[in-house]
């Protein structure tokens, strides 16, 4: 009988899919987890830095990103 992977959760779709490797039914499971995945919209890229000042600016960046992410509040923020 095959699983209703539209009603599992995402750790239960990975650790289906990687049981079930190489079976014909992974590939479903595998279908339905990257339907659940959000747009690349949200992501960021940093490329290594060049110059040591690019590379404090790319921290800054990370360091804000972080907070806002976790709902810290820096004070120049």
Do not use: C, W
């Not at 690349?40 to 290594?48: G, K, L, N, Q």
């Not at 060049?50 to 004070?75: C, M």
């Amino acid at each position: 009988m095959k699983p209703n992977f539209e009603a599992m959760t995402n750790a239960e779709l990975k650790a289906y899919a990687l049981a079930h490797r190489g079976g014909d039914d992974d590939l479903e499971a595998l279908r339905v987890l990257f339907s659940r995945r959000k747009p690349d919209a949200e992501t960021i890229i940093f490329h290594p830095p060049k110059t040591k000042e690019e590379e404090e600016e790319q921290f800054e960046l990370f360091k804000r990103i972080v907070d806002e992410k976790t709902g810290n509040k820096t004070a120049d923020s």
